[in-house]
């Protein structure tokens, strides 16, 4: 391979495939040197809730071993097991959608069930405007206006409205990016299924989910039937071992791994992840990780949920629900293994989220602005990493640098939450002090470009660092826009400088 400093093995006497006579394509089995880093298995959690649906067990008696995902989707169409490959009528637990398809999922769903049809649950819809929020243009207000209406018509129980667009803190019921927003609020529950009008919507696969996105025509059909016919993916497995350095990030661990197998390496597959290392990670971190797994074509991405995603849970729902976890001699696709002691800080140059480099490789390039946020990196610890930088560089940055709280809970940290080490200094002080810009209402902004008055939209052919998830052509704006994709701790560094910069030099 040409990138040589990666830490992933691929030498052949490392990687055995051995094939299999039914859909799933096979399954790896790793030599005696790869088993001493490899994490303890969890057997069996004891969870905290019960969920009344639990048919992979109760359908029946299994006989096939299965991954978490083929669980999951088995416990989701009532059936004792299913196999990679095969088509499955599954029942949804959570439908989310986003101002930008509410217009369209709304009216396809009159058009094909009838101007008067109601919604099969009103409990478990999910209504979130984020993406085109405060901004003048009327077609972008016409678009929440729509989902309102339909909202009030549909009487939709979770419907996080934002009115006065002008201050978001006038709005209690005003959350802000709908992937962090549904787990903040109690959304996101281990075993269930949960789909979203948003190729990002695998976010959620952090807490030991099936969560995917979906397209409008599938999610009007969600949302009168409360199913979905969906193909059971095949699943990848990501070892990743090893003590995590304390200059990387989980931002820095999906970039590698999408530089490795590229951005179609995972097309329509599950991309689960176990390790040591994502057992050390926290709640945010594993939800960087799924978030990305759309990046390499990924058809969801999770984690196993443990004590972590139980106490993470505990003041934010009372819903029962049941973890699964994959077992012992279930099929997988492939198996990769990294070592995260030896990785070191990446980004994905411009125009692909798979254009992977070392960040030190890098440094000769110019820089215009920083864009911390998103749904990939506007979290509560996603700041805090940011604001760790900037404070152990006492400096002022050289570029630009705009900061975008994912939630309205997540603007409230940055100006509460004293950051380690400062001596009581919040992450909005640290910032003022390095001279950032203000933290902006929470929102998706310019994540995926928008109107013109968009926050932090690249407007002119600059050349931006972001801890967003896209870099194509136009993503965040100006066509000609150039974006290197980073983690806060790199794009804070890159700040200081003005160039693309290796975060290690700060600490």
């Given at each position: ?24 394509a096979s399954f790896i089995i790793t030599d005696e040197k790869c088993k001493k880093t490899t994490s303890k298995k969890i057997v069996s959690v004891v969870s905290p809730h019960k969920n009344k649906r639990n048919p992979s067990s109760a359908a029946g008696s299994r006989k096939t071993p299965m991954t978490v995902t083929e669980k999951i989707l088995a416990g989701a169409s009532e059936k004792s ?427």
């Amino acid at each position: 391979m040409a990138f040589t400093c990666s830490p992933f093995i691929t030498c052949k006497k490392d990687l055995c495939f051995f094939s299999f006579h039914d859909h799933s394509a096979s399954f790896i089995i790793t030599d005696e040197k790869c088993k001493k880093t490899t994490s303890k298995k969890i057997v069996s959690v004891v969870s905290p809730h019960k969920n009344k649906r639990n048919p992979s067990s109760a359908a029946g008696s299994r006989k096939t071993p299965m991954t978490v995902t083929e669980k999951i989707l088995a416990g989701a169409s009532e059936k004792s097991e299913v196999k990679a490959g095969e088509n499955a009528w599954v029942n949804v637990d959570v439908l989310m959608i986003n101002d930008i398809t509410c217009p369209g999922v709304s009216a396809t769903f009159k058009k094909e069930f009838g101007n008067t049809a109601k919604v099969w649950d009103r409990e478990k819809i999910v209504v979130i405007p984020d993406h085109y929020i405060f901004t003048n243009d009327e077609r972008a207000h016409r678009n929440v206006d729509t989902a309102r209406d339909f909202c009030t018509e549909q009487d939709i129980k979770y419907f996080y409205d934002i009115q006065d667009r002008t201050n978001f803190r006038a709005n209690p019921d005003y959350k802000g990016v709908c992937h962090i927003a549904l787990a903040q609020e109690g959304h996101c529950r281990p075993g269930e299924v949960l789909l979203g009008t948003d190729s990002h919507t695998t976010s959620a696969g952090a807490f030991g989910q099936f969560a995917t996105g979906v397209g409008n025509t599938d999610a009007a059909f969600i949302l009168g039937t409360g199913k979905i016919l969906l193909k059971v993916p095949p699943t990848l497995r990501f070892v990743l071992d090893g003590e995590m350095p304390n200059y990387l990030l989980a931002k820095d661990l999906i970039l590698d791994i999408i530089g490795e197998i590229s951005m179609s390496g995972a097309t329509y597959k599950t991309m689960e992840f176990v390790g040591t290392t994502i057992e050390s990670l926290s709640m945010e971190e594993r939800m960087t990780l799924c978030n990305m797994v759309v990046e390499a074509g990924g058809k969801n991405g999770i984690v196993a949920a443990d004590q972590k995603t139980y106490q993470y849970l505990e003041d934010k729902t009372s819903a029962p629900f049941e973890p699964v976890y994959s077992d012992e001699k279930a099929r997988f696709l492939a198996q990769y293994r990294f070592d995260v002691s030896k990785m070191e800080p990446l980004v994905a140059k411009p125009h692909s989220p798979d254009n992977r480099a070392l960040a030190r490789e890098c440094s000769n390039v110019k820089i215009d602005r920083v864009y911390i946020g998103s749904c990939t990196g506007g979290k509560t610890e996603d700041f805090m990493a940011a604001a760790k930088v900037f404070l152990a560089s006492g400096k002022t940055v050289k570029v630009p640098t705009f900061l975008v709280p994912a939630t309205q809970k997540v603007w409230m940290d940055l100006y509460t939450l004293e950051v380690p080490g400062s001596g009581g200094k919040t992450c909005s002080q640290i910032f003022e002090e390095a001279g950032c810009d203000t933290p902006a209402s929470p929102s998706c902004a310019a994540c995926m470009g928008g109107p013109k008055d968009t926050y932090g939209r690249l407007n002119e052919p600059k050349v931006c660092v972001s801890t967003t998830n896209r870099n194509f052509p136009g993503r965040m704006g100006h066509k000609e826009g150039q974006v290197y994709l980073a983690s806060p701790y790199t794009a804070a560094a890159s700040a200081l400088t003005g160039f693309v910069t290796d975060p290690r030099k700060f600490f």
